[in-house]
C-alpha cells in the first residue's frame, strides 16, 4: 500500500534495503572468532582433565610417601623397643617369718615362696626378669622360647625358657636345684675367680655357688619340686647344726646352739613346717640333748649342761 505524498519507487528502495543490513552479522561473527583463535594462540587455556588426572596422581603419591614413612617410623619404634626390651610391668610379693605362699603369674608361671623371701619380677617385651632379694622361692615357668625367664639371686643368675627349679639364696651362697627342664646357671661375679663362670643343669643337679668356691651336688631323684614347697621338711642324715638353721627360718625365736660340739649330730626326719616348733619337742627323745624354750629364744645344749643364765 502507499501512503500519500510518496511514490511507488521511494517506496521499493526502501524495501530493497533492508536486508542489506542483516548482511554484516556474519562478518562481525567471523571477526570476533578469528580474534579469539588468535588470543588462544596467544594465551592458551590449561588442559583442565590433564590437571585434574596430574593432582590426584600427586595426592596418591604424597598418601603413598606419608605411609611409608609411618611404617618406617613404627618398625623403627618397634624394633627399639624390642632390642632396648624395657620393662612394662613389675610385681613385688614378700613372705612373714614362718609364711608361705603360692603366687601365680600372668604368664602361666607358678612361684612359691618360701618364708621371709621377697622378689620381684619384671615383665619385658622379650623376657621375664625376676630379683630374689632374700629368700627361697620355688618356681614352675611357663614354656616360651622366645621369652626366657631369668633369676638374678646375686651371686648367681637362672635362665631358663621352661623348667621346675627352685633358687635358696643365702647371705654367703646361693643354691640353685633343678627338678625339669634345663637351667643355665652365671655366675654374676666371674672375674673375680678362677674355673668356670657357667653351667647347665640337668634335672636332679644341684649347684652352690658361693664368693670362693661353686660346688655341686644332687638332689634326691624323682623329686617333683622341693619338699619345703608342700610344707615339709625333709632331713636325712643332715647335720643338727644345718637343721636347726632350717627351722629358724620359719621361727621368729632365736635358735641357739649353745655347745658347739653338738653340731655334728645327724638328723633324719620329715617334719610340718607348721608345726616346726615339735621338733624341739622330739630332740631330746632322741639325741642326748635338752632345749630351753623361752619367750624370743631357743637354747639347745648337751644333756645335764647347765642353763646359760646358771653358768
Not at 21 to 26: K, R, W
Request: with cysteine; glycine share 8%.
Amino acid at each position: 500500500m502507499s501512503h500519500p505524498g510518496m511514490d511507488d519507487s521511494a517506496s521499493s528502495q526502501a524495501t530493497a534495503q533492508e536486508p542489506g543490513m542483516s548482511e554484516g552479522a556474519p562478518g562481525v561473527d567471523a571477526a570476533l572468532a578469528r580474534h579469539l583463535a588468535e588470543l588462544q594462540a596467544q594465551f592458551p587455556l590449561p588442559d583442565l582433565d590433564r590437571m585434574r588426572a596430574a593432582a590426584m596422581l600427586r595426592a596418591r603419591q604424597r598418601k603413598r610417601r606419608t605411609a611409608t614413612a609411618a611404617c618406617t617410623l613404627l618398625a623403627a619404634l618397634l624394633g627399639g623397643t624390642y632390642w632396648l626390651d624395657p620393662a612394662y610391668r613389675v610385681e613385688t610379693m614378700t613372705t612373714l617369718a614362718g609364711e608361705q605362699r603360692t603366687w601365680p603369674l600372668t604368664d602361666g608361671s607358678t612361684v612359691v615362696l618360701d618364708t621371709g623371701t621377697e622378689i620381684q619380677v619384671a615383665w619385658h617385651v622379650r623376657s621375664r626378669r625376676a630379683v630374689l632379694a632374700q629368700g627361697q622361692a620355688y618356681f614352675d615357668v611357663a614354656r616360651s622360647s622366645w621369652r626366657p625367664f631369668s633369676v638374678d639371686a646375686g651371686l648367681a643368675e637362672v635362665t631358663v625358657t621352661g623348667t621346675s627349679f627352685d633358687v635358696d639364696r643365702g647371705r654367703e651362697q646361693v643354691d640353685v636345684r633343678l627338678y625339669e627342664g634345663s637351667v643355665a646357671v652365671q655366675r654374676t661375679d666371674a672375674g673375680s675367680s678362677s674355673g668356670p663362670s657357667a653351667w647347665q643343669l640337668r634335672p636332679g643337679q644341684a649347684l652352690r655357688v658361693g664368693a670362693e668356691a661353686v660346688l655341686p651336688y644332687a638332689v634326691v631323684a624323682g623329686e617333683a619340686r622341693p619338699a619345703w614347697a608342700d610344707g615339709l621338711l625333709v632331713f636325712e642324715q643332715l647335720p643338727l647344726a644345718d637343721a636347726l638353721a632350717q627351722i629358724q627360718r620359719y621361727r621368729p625365736e632365736r635358735i641357739m646352739l649353745d655347745d658347739p660340739s653338738l653340731a655334728g649330730l645327724r638328723v633324719s626326719g620329715v617334719f610340718q613346717i607348721a608345726q616346726a616348733a615339735r621338733i624341739f619337742d622330739l630332740l631330746p627323745r632322741v639325741w642326748p640333748v635338752q632345749v630351753d624354750q623361752q619367750a624370743d629364744e631357743i637354747h639347745v645344749r648337751a644333756a645335764g649342761a647347765p642353763k646359760r643364765n646358771d653358768m
